[in-house]
Nanobody, 122 residues
Framework: QVQLVESGGGLVQAGGSLRLSCAAS????????MGWFRQAPGKEREFVAA????????SYANSVKGRFTISRDNAKNTVFLQMNSLKPEDTAVYYC???????????????WGQGTQVTVSS
């Protein structure tokens, strides 16, 4: 069982930055790929970024490439999402997810956090 707790969401103006964190309660954190997803009101959950267990593979949605950076600290069982140049369309609940397999672009991940709200004002 993997428990995930996100933090770092909030309200920011367009062009600003936020850093999301996700702390995992799991014995072998490096054995899991980690991902970030988001869901805006009235829309389906969408893939944002993913990173493999040791960070050798990283994937981003086209909409966030060049603006968001995913990283992980396996010693601290934590994955991060650095979000720069934020746009109003980035407003959503952001979810952290964990999975044994690296599933870029897919929402079929095994474990999910409760989500953290990110609101970008224009």
């Amino acid at each position: 069982q993997v428990q995930l707790v996100e933090s770092g969401g909030g309200l920011v103006q367009a062009g600003g930055s936020l850093r999301l964190s996700c702390a995992a309660s799991v014995r072998t954190f490096s054995g899991y790929a980690m991902g970030w997803f988001r869901q805006a009101p009235g829309k389906e959950r969408e893939f944002v970024a993913a990173i493999s267990g040791h960070g050798s593979s990283i994937s981003y949605a086209n909409s966030v490439k060049g603006r968001f950076t995913i990283s992980r600290d396996n010693a601290k069982n934590t994955v991060f999402l650095q979000m720069n140049s934020l746009k109003p369309e980035d407003t959503a609940v952001y979810y952290c997810a964990a999975n044994k397999l690296f599933l870029e672009g897919s929402s079929n991940w095994d474990y999910w956090g409760q989500g953290t709200q990110v609101t970008v004002s224009s």
